[in-house]
């Protein structure tokens, strides 16, 4: 079985061992074979000839509003209650309210742009852009959302936002 494929050693191999099978899956899965029958080395890409496999879709699962309150009523006043709050009201995923930063909250116009997300790159967590450019959009918030002043006496990195006139 082929383990490296560079065009001196597949150039000087015979035409008719690069058409068997063996040696056209080899090279399939080096990614290969493109340039293998750019030399003429091999007639065509079987693989291509293969379906790829189904991957099942799960559909997605949801609190009821019943959930939603038991949720809300369990975290309390725990640290993050503003955050599942938030999370709850407006259907963010995780890496995007894990994302948020004062600047993409505009009380004036009771708005949030959701621009970054929180992701672990390398185990080190780092912002990163939505993966789509439909994630990267302005939410209207709605008018029971947690109150923006409240601190917690275990989140010391706490800001107040700015101030907004009305």
Known sequence: ???RSRPATTIGMKAPM???SMAVSALA???QVGQEMKWGLVTRNVATLVEPPRVPRHEMRFLSP???RTLLAAAGRERLE???TVDLALGLRQGESLGLRWEDVD???NTLRVRY???RVDGALQLVEPKT???RRTLIMPPRSPPPSRRTASDKSWSEPPATAG
């Open 1 to 3: 079985m082929l383990v």
């Open 18 to 20: 690069m058409q068997s």
């Open 29 to 31: 899965g080096l990614g």
């Open 66 to 68: 019943a959930g939603a």
């Open 82 to 84: 503003a955050l599942y």
């Open 107 to 109: 009380f004036a116009a």
């Open 117 to 119: 997300a929180r992701q």
């Open 133 to 135: 450019s439909q994630s």
